[in-house]
């Protein structure tokens, strides 16, 4: 599975939207993008995921650039409940494989007042 | 609600003794899969099982097993032979692997030992 870089930490303002990144440069063709946050102490709670197209549910939008290269969650009106660390995960999808889902550090998104 | 339910949330272990972490998930899944989660760290799978009556190791198996007798239920039993049994156990659940479907995870069994 791919290896994902994310930057560490983001502010965000309540109210307003909070972008965050993901480089997946190694991605490949059969490879999905999975965005996942976990809030302290709790289990972590899915949010999207995509191929090739951008993605839009009633949490977030995903945006993939055509190159498949890197992605952004959106989260359009961050609220404070909001904030967690997030997690951008690629693996593929086969019934050969484990379906385990690698996290790595994530970044750690908090939304101020 | 459809979801995962993971008990109890927080548990106790004595040395010496096998210890059992209930999950149950009524969405119909036929994918079930327990992680750990250390402080600080990633997750680290467990055992997974894709349908009933098959399981399989994942990368840390080593002192724990599992049942999968019913499709909704996936218990994980920490034995005695698990050294470092503290850690927060993860239950997820997904309809399966192809077309990319998601995993959705329980809240969590956090095992100490006394």
């Known amino acids: 599975d791919a290896k994902t870089t994310q930057p560490p930490s983001m502010d965000c303002a309540e109210g307003r939207a909070a972008n965050l990144p993901c480089n997946h440069s190694?991605?490949?063709?059969?490879?999905?993008v999975y965005w996942y946050r976990q809030i302290h102490s709790q289990g972590p709670q899915y949010i999207i995921h995509?191929?090739?197209n951008n993605e839009t549910n009633e949490m977030a939008s995903l945006i993939i650039t055509e190159d498949r290269k890197s992605s952004t969650l959106i989260l359009p009106h961050a609220t404070l409940r909001d904030t967690a660390v997030y997690y951008c995960?690629?693996?593929?999808?086969?019934?050969?494989?484990?379906?385990?889902?690698?996290f790595g550090q994530g970044t750690t998104l908090q939304v101020k007042p | 609600d459809g979801g995962i339910t993971q008990s109890p949330k927080y548990l106790f272990r004595k040395e010496g003794q096998n210890v059992t972490l209930s999950c149950e998930q009524n969405?119909?899944?036929?994918?079930m899969y327990w992680y750990r989660q250390d402080p600080g760290q990633g997750l680290r799978l467990i055992y997974y099982?894709?349908?009933?009556?098959?399981?399989q190791k994942g990368d840390i198996a080593e002192g724990y097993s599992v049942s999968r007798e019913k499709k909704e239920s996936f218990p994980l039993t920490v034995t005695s032979a698990q050294k470092n049994p503290t850690a927060f156990y993860l239950c997820?659940?997904?309809?399966?692997?192809?077309?990319?479907?998601?995993?959705?995870f329980g809240d969590g069994t956090r095992l100490s030992i006394l």
């Open positions: 997820a659940s997904s309809k399966g692997q192809v077309r990319g479907q998601p995993q959705h």
């Open positions: 190694t991605i490949s063709g059969n490879e999905y």
């Open positions: 995509g191929l090739k």
């Open positions: 995960i690629v693996r593929v999808a086969s019934s050969g494989n484990t379906g385990k889902l690698i």
């Open positions: 969405l119909n899944h036929d994918a």
């Open positions: 099982s894709q349908i009933v009556n098959d399981f």
